[in-house]
C-alpha cells in the first residue's frame, strides 16, 4: 500500500472568494473521488488544522494499492479537474508518498 500526503497553503482571496471557502470546496472536489478511481481505496481531506512546520492550510491523505494505482489516481479525468481548481487557489504545496 502507498500513503499519499498533500499539504496546501491558500491565497487569501480568489475572485473574491475566501480562503476558507476555497478550502471547503476542495474538501467536497477531493473526497468525490473515493470509490471513483480504481485502486484508491480512501481518500480524506481536513482544512482543521492543528498545527503544522512549514504552515499549511489544508492537507490530503489518500491510500492507494501500490505505485502504480497511485500514478493511475494522478493522471485520472476526474483527479485532474479537481487539480485545475486546486492550482487556481492555492500558493505552495508539499508532497510526501510512503509506501506502508
Known amino acids: 500500500m502507498v500513503r499519499h500526503i498533500v499539504m496546501w497553503t491558500l491565497k487569501e482571496e480568489v475572485d473574491g472568494v475566501p480562503a476558507k471557502e476555497n478550502a471547503a470546496k476542495m474538501k467536497e472536489m477531493l473526497e468525490a473521488l473515493n470509490g471513483r478511481i480504481d485502486g484508491l481505496r480512501h481518500l480524506e481531506v481536513s482544512y482543521d488544522i492543528v498545527a503544522a512546520e512549514p504552515e499549511c492550510h489544508i492537507v490530503l491523505c489518500s491510500e492507494h494499492d501500490d505505485v502504480d494505482a497511485l500514478n493511475h489516481y494522478q493522471g485520472h479525468p476526474e483527479h485532474q ?20
Request: charged fraction near 20%; glycine fraction near 4%.
Open 81 to 100: 479537474a479537481c487539480v485545475a481548481f486546486v492550482k487556481t487557489v492555492v500558493t505552495g504545496r508539499k508532497a510526501l508518498d510512503y509506501q506502508v
